[in-house]
C-alpha cells in the first residue's frame, strides 16, 4: 500500500495571500519508518532530551515561532533544508504530489475543492500506472487535522462514488483519514513539502523547492504529480 501524506500551506481565506497549496509525500509502507527515524535524528540536534516534542512545521521553523524563537535562523533555515533531504534522498518509490492554486484565477470557486481533487486524482493516476505495470497497490492519503476536514471528507466521497472532473477514483482504499501532526513525522513532512511550494510561488524562494523538485511524480519525461492553476 502506498501513503500520501498531505498538508496544505497558505491560507484558503486570508486575501493578503496570493496562493494555496496542498501538497505531501506518497511512501510505500515499508519505507516510513526509515523517514521517520531520520527526522527524528534532525529533531534531536534541536532537543536531544526529548526529540518527540520537537514539531518539523515550515512557518514557525522559518519564522522562528514557539519553540524555535531561541534558534538562529540560519540554523532554523538548514534544520528545513536537512528534513528535506531526508525525502529528496530516499527510495526512489516515494513521490512528491501537489497542486498549487492562484486563488483569484478559481475565484468564486473554493481552492481547497480545486486543489484537493488535483491532489486525489494525481494520486489515483500514479496508483494506475503501477498497477498497469504489474504492481497493483492501494493508496490512502493522510491529513494533518484541519478546518478542511469535513469538506475533503465529503468530496472524498463524492469522487468514489460520483467521480471528480475527469473519472471515478479507484484505488483509494479508504477515505482520507486526519490525524495529529504531533503523533507522525510524515505529515510533519508533509508540511514542509507544501511550505517549500508555498515560499517559491507566493515569495520568489526557490531555496526549499529545488531540493525536492526532481522527486515530483512522472513518467517517460512527463511530469504528473504536480498541477499548477496561476
Known amino acids: 500500500m502506498h501513503l500520501l501524506y498531505a498538508d496544505e500551506s497558505g491560507s484558503s481565506n486570508d486575501p493578503k495571500q496570493i496562493h494555496f497549496v496542498i501538497a505531501g509525500i506518497s511512501v510505500f509502507e515499508r519505507q516510513g519508518f526509515w ?15 526529548d526529540p518527540s516534542s520537537v514539531e518539523l512545521h515550515g512557518s514557525p521553523m522559518f519564522g522562528g515561532k514557539a519553540i524555535w524563537r ?25 513521490r512528491m504530489f501537489g497542486c498549487i ?7 468564486p470557486n473554493d481552492p481547497v ?4 481533487e488535483q491532489l486525489s486524482s494525481r494520486f ?15 493508496g ?19 469522487f468514489r462514488t460520483i467521480g471528480h472532473s475527469w473519472e471515478v477514483i479507484r484505488n483509494l482504499a479508504e477515505v ?9 513525522r510524515l505529515i510533519q513532512l508533509a508540511d514542509l513539502i507544501a511550505y517549500a511550494l508555498f515560499r517559491k510561488y507566493e ?9 525536492i523538485e526532481h522527486r515530483i511524480d512522472g513518467d517517460g519525461g512527463i511530469r504528473h504529480g504536480l498541477y499548477e492553476r496561476l
Open 35 to 49: 523517514i521517520c527515524n531520520q527526522l527524528d535524528e534532525i529533531a534531536s540536534k534541536i532537543n536531544p532530551a
Open 70 to 94: 531561541k534558534i538562529p535562523k540560519d540554523q532554523r533555515i538548514e534544520t528545513i533544508k536537512e528534513a528535506l533531504r531526508v525525502f529528496a534522498n530516499s527510495h526512489e518509490s516515494n
Open 101 to 107: 492554486v492562484r486563488k483569484s484565477v478559481i475565484s
Open 113 to 116: 475543492e480545486f486543489a484537493f
Open 124 to 138: 489515483d493516476y500514479y496508483l494506475r500506472r503501477l498497477h498497469k505495470s504489474g504492481d497493483s497497490q492501494r
Open 140 to 158: 490512502i492519503i493522510i491529513f494533518d487535522k484541519s478546518t478542511y476536514e469535513t469538506t475533503i471528507q465529503n468530496l472524498a466521497t463524492d
Open 176 to 184: 482520507p483519514l486526519f490525524i495529529d501532526s504531533r503523533a507522525s
Open 203 to 211: 515569495f520568489g524562494d526557490n531555496q526549499f523547492y529545488s531540493i
